[in-house]
């Protein structure tokens, strides 16, 4: 059976570095005996096949050989976001029975009795890289490898379980879909504690033997100094890390000529933005679907038609399978019909931590994503919207990404945010906080939806512009902190 351990060497490796930070660049045989060191350190201090390793660190080196150590040893790799605050850490270290604790510069998991410090200069770390070498895994197959947070914008998060099976699976999935080789080079800011930033800046690295190099925070002008000095291919992320780099004082699409592949995954992204990103860095873009408990179900592939992955977000990658019911009967509605996404395959979760949670979120076999879909006879799936987020504006349904979609066509906005907010008379009306210039206001609003021929229940009753929007820890708009404001505005706060 799989193990994400056997995931390494399955492919030839360039020459030079493999794995860089900002301040540290190991190549391909540096990395083998790094993992090798701290899975033994690992073990000195306890560790365990199926014991679970919690770390708080950012995107660095040492995050990626403890990923790759505690695969070594069969344990459960459980990152946490390393913007995550003292209260959220608490709760989340409370839900586990962590073996071992790890904490980076910063993190206030270094106040835990007994945590150790990560810092290649620390004593601890150093402790954990000097003991024998472990090269052999005693990992299976069905085993859990990660334990995952989800970010919580809608409660409390949950603790997402994936094995080394599911996961080795859908890395080589990933790896056909998106056509990629050892000369590739993968920037990834995307957090690594997120599925996302594990996919792409870990497993597929380790399945492919390409190179990775590693952003601790983002930031747009140096993201367009290292494509060109690292020779960087491909790249993943939410459309703001794309927008940002093309806005940027020192970008060119000259300097971009290695970017081959963008994918994209977010809940509203716009075929133009799609249209203006391609134009802008000269490479293939694409959009992607997946989620914390099924990571890219769906995106185009390399030799896709390029109107499928504009206008759609992508068809199934491997041998999952989607259906779209009727929230409310459960029925299986037909092709292209909007209803909400279930799915079953093998890259799907094998549960929460917490079983209740687990039996709330399936529907039989099918996991109920909670997110409106169509799927068209072709089997291309397009995302319109989370079955939350739905406004009800007397007893109508108004899908916040169609509206969005029409705003962000608008010249003059940059990016879209539409919710609703509370009215006595009608239940709710539509608000819409908008990234654009200051000729964007409610009238221009209003004239341009009427221009483009939405019903007139959908057309925003009020506008918020903003510099920039709040955003969550993996780059998409802060909903419900969007939401609040333009609650508070509407109601004179």
């Known amino acids: 059976m799989p193990t994400l351990d056997g995931l390494a060497g399955i492919a030839p490796r360039p020459d030079g570095t493999a794995l860089a930070d900002s301040s540290v660049e190991l190549d391909t045989a540096a990395v083998d ?13 306890g560790v365990r096949r199926r014991d679970a390793v919690v770390w708080q660190l950012p995107n660095r080196v040492e995050a990626v050989l403890l990923f790759r150590a505690c695969w070594r040893l069969g344990a459960v790799a459980v990152p946490i976001h390393h913007q995550v605050g003292p209260a959220d850490v608490a709760g989340m270290v409370g839900s586990l029975d962590p073996r071992l604790v790890l904490a980076g510069p910063g993190s206030t998991l270094g106040e835990r009795p007994g945590a150790l410090a990560v810092d290649a200069a620390s004593p601890e770390w150093v402790d954990l890289m000097s003991h024998a070498p472990v090269r052999d895994s ?22 997402v379980l994936h094995t080394h099976r599911g996961l080795a699976g859908k890395a080589r999935t990933m790896a056909d879909a998106h056509g990629l080789r050892p000369s590739d080079a993968v920037l990834m800011p995307a957090p690594l504690a997120h599925i996302s930033g594990l996919l792409s800046g870990v497993l597929l690295p380790a399945t492919v033997g390409m190179r990775t190099v590693l952003m601790e925070r983002w930031d747009a002008e140096r993201a367009n100094r290292l494509v060109p000095d690292r020779g960087i291919t491909f790249m993943i992320g939410p459309p703001v890390y794309f927008s940002g780099m093309a806005g940027a004082a020192n970008f060119s699409t000259e300097a971009m000529a290695s970017l081959r592949i963008i994918s994209c995954g977010s809940m509203t992204i716009a075929p133009e933005f799609v249209d203006a990103t391609r134009e802008a860095f000269d490479a293939t873009v694409k959009r992607t679907y997946g989620s914390t408990e099924a990571p890219t179900v769906t995106t185009s592939a390399w030799d896709d038609p390029a109107d499928r992955a504009r206008d759609t977000d992508g068809r199934v990658v491997g041998d999952a399978e989607l259906r779209v019911v009727d929230p409310r009967s459960g029925r299986t509605l037909g092709p292209g019909v909007p209803g909400e996404l279930e799915l079953r395959g093998p890259e799907l979760f094998a549960g929460y931590a917490d079983p209740t949670q687990t039996r709330e979120a399936m529907h039989g076999t099918w996991f109920r994503t909670g997110d409106l879909a169509t799927v068209d006879a072709g089997g291309w799936l397009t995302i319109v919207g989370r079955s939350r987020d739905i406004i009800i504006r007397g007893g109508e349904n108004v899908v916040p990404a169609e509206v969005e979609r029409v705003l962000e066509a608008h010249p003059a906005v940059r990016q879209a945010v539409v919710v609703g907010y509370p009215d006595d008379h009608l239940g709710q009306r539509v608000g819409a906080c908008v990234v654009a210039d200051g000729s964007f206001g409610l009238q221009e609003c209003r004239a341009w939806c009427a221009d483009q021929g939405i019903a007139r229940f959908k057309i925003p009753e009020l506008v918020r512009r903003f510099d920039a929007f709040p955003l969550l820890s993996l780059g998409k708009p802060d909903r419900n902190a969007l939401r609040d404001m333009i609650g508070a505005e509407a109601a004179g706060g």
């Open 33 to 45: 005996s790094s993992v090798d060191a701290l899975a033994g350190g690992l073990r000195a201090a």
């Open 138 to 159: 005693v990992a299976r197959g069905a085993d859990v490898a990660v334990a995952l947070f989800t970010s919580g914008s809608t409660g409390e998060p949950k603790v």
